[in-house]
């Protein structure tokens, strides 16, 4: 089988596995009490009444601030610490009327309870989780914390609170705050909605999130927690109002995290689009500069990177055309060269898979199989028939963290 017949036959098996196991990449939103009538008795979310106005606004737009600043968080140690932490500070500060996603400045005006209830919902949260989190990776369960901050090495912990509040929570507040205030006399009870979907694709939004003059986030969000944005808003919980080609499930990136990138790594999807020697080059892979002297995959710095291997099949070269073209919308004109993050969308495009289904396979296998450290567990993964650590190349598997 040529590497590029692998690469198609990994993604279609991971993709498979994330549209079963949707739930493993969502955020629960059926259990934040000011969400809950959203909800039917199932826990599905009601669509049709996406549109019903709750206070100022709609359903929708408070949805999707909630995943923007869900979004922001999702950069810290532990997903699932991150998500009860918003969770639960989301109730609490309702419950005092703090309404921060319908009255974003309401988390400003009360700055001090909503630092108190942060920290106070980070303790309790670091009693239940900071055991297992240290099992699973292999660390020690003091080091839980998950207030971070941007260094150039990456994502740091660190202790102060008003930093981290204002950074990660205020930023994403202040972006509906803004539009809010922008609107003037305008009438609309979807400013934010409105706003994203004024991009002609969901991975031009992704990027704007950040990069935009006025009400882009700059450091405040990084560039895989935009392109898991653009997921949850048109893969997970479908909240787009856009049917267009531009709006698709193939029209943004995968948020390669962590996660993916120790998945990617070590089944060989990485080694079959370029050597090791490339991803050294590019500093993906950063020898001896990970745990315990083990090699560093910082999977961000994928991102732009091209295929140095062949692509050798010709529908995926024409749905790469297709994808960056019309989907993505990021280029004018035809490209010569394949950017490996972008692989996946062309060989999904058209199949009942969207990037959305693999990257919820990713979390899945990342998460529950293959820890980030010397023994995952390969005997139960779904990939173990597949995986190329696991058949041929331990070394991937115990030299290799990220
Ligand atoms: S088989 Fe092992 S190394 Fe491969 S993806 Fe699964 S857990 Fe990870």
Known sequence: MSDIEFVKRLVFKIAEIGSKRKIVGSLSLNDIEPFRHFFNNKGDLKYNELNVMDGAWTRREILTRYLLVSAVLDQGPDIEGVRNLLKNVTNALYRKEIRIFHRPIDFFRELNISIDEILKKHDSIKKLRAEIWAKDNNSNPNKYNLFFAQSPRGIVSINQVLDYSIHRWGVPLCVPLLLEKDLNEKESAQPLVEYLETFESSEIMSKELKNHKRYGMGSAIGDKACHLFAKWYVHTYRLSTR?????????????????????????????????????????????????????????????????????????????????????????????????????????????????????DGLIYIGTRFCFNHKKPKCAECPLRNICIGKLKHPEWIKNYTT
């Open 243 to 359: 049917n267009d080609i531009g709006w698709s499930k193939w029209s943004f990136e995968a948020p390669f995290d962590s996660n993916a990138g120790r998945v990617l790594f070590r089944t060989g999807f990485f080694a079959s689009l370029a050597d090791l020697r490339d991803y050294e080059n590019w500093e993906v892979i950063q020898k001896r500069k990970g745990k315990g002297k083990t090699h560093y995959i910082r999977v961000t710095n994928i991102r732009g990177k091209k295929a140095q291997k062949e692509i050798e099949n010709e529908e995926i070269i024409e749905n790469y055309k297709e994808v960056v073209l019309n989907h993505l919308k990021i280029r004018k004109r035809i490209p010569q060269k394949f950017e490996i993050q972008q692989i996946p969308n062309a060989i999904l495009l058209n199949s009942k898979f969207g990037v959305g289904d693999f990257d």
